[in-house]
């Protein structure tokens, strides 16, 4: 299967600091990446929908001036958490699909980035 | 909107036991269905997948899962278990025109034991 590779694996930071993380697809061209988040002992929610070079869609309830999303190449995709604080602390993953010819959905999915904010 | 269900967070097991985890979700629309694997500190690996066809589906290392429309179920299973499937398993799926986006399960700990 396609490669994404997702970066950095754990960051700790300060209450009130921003974190950026990135998602890249290795081998094959992102037309979509999305951003899910998993709360300890919880489901993976999915947090954004982003299609290069336009605008995320952000689900509900999700702040997006807190989590910005930029999709800006075809191999891509950055998640800033904007003044992060304790309560942003959780296990964010990114996936990333490309262009769709067939039916075929399977999307491939980072490694995944711990962030504590302490 | 989609749900998924999974009703076991935690599965612990002996090797070479058979194991069933069970999953079912709820949609007004059809769906794609698909397991996932999450081994320690690593990612998500897609296991297996329904898309249309053959109800039941297989993986290259054993596992297979059975779409049961009728159920709302797609249960994993496989005969056989080893150390070395231990890990978290989670079910998604992927319903009507939420092309792309994965609504998933609570995710199921499997534990397998020598």
């Known amino acids: 299967g396609a490669v994404v590779s997702q970066h950095p694996s754990r960051v700790i930071c300060k209450s009130g600091t921003s974190v950026k993380i990135e998602c890249r697809s290795l081998?094959?061209?992102?037309?979509?990446m999305f951003w899910y988040r998993q709360f300890p002992k919880q489901s993976l929610m999915l947090m954004a929908t982003s299609n290069e070079g336009s605008k995320a869609t952000y689900e509900q309830g999700v702040e997006k001036d807190k989590f910005l999303i930029n999709h800006a190449s075809l191999t891509l995709s950055t998640l800033t958490v904007t003044s992060a604080h304790p309560e942003d602390s959780s296990f964010y993953i990114c996936?990333?699909?490309?262009?769709?010819?067939?039916?075929?959905?399977?999307?491939?999915f980072g490694q995944g980035t711990r962030l504590t904010v302490v | 909107a989609q749900s998924v269900t999974q009703l076991d967070s935690q599965v612990p097991v002996f090797e070479e036991a058979p194991v069933e985890l069970r999953c079912n979700y709820s949609?007004?629309?059809?769906?794609?269905l698909f397991w996932y694997v999450q081994y320690p500190n690593q990612g998500l690996q897609l296991l297996l997948k329904y898309l249309s066809g053959s109800t039941l589906v297989e993986s290259i290392n054993g596992f297979e899962a059975e779409f049961n429309k009728s159920q709302t179920s797609f249960h994993l299973r496989k005969p056989s278990v080893h150390i070395s499937d231990t890990a978290e398993y989670f079910c998604a799926v992927e319903g009507g025109t939420s092309y792309g986006k994965l609504t998933f399960g609570q995710g199921t700990i499997l534990t397998v034991h020598p």
């Open positions: 949609s007004s629309v059809s769906v794609y």
């Open positions: 081998d094959f061209q992102a037309t979509t």
């Open positions: 996936s990333a699909r490309g262009p769709t010819t067939g039916r075929d959905p399977e999307a491939f």
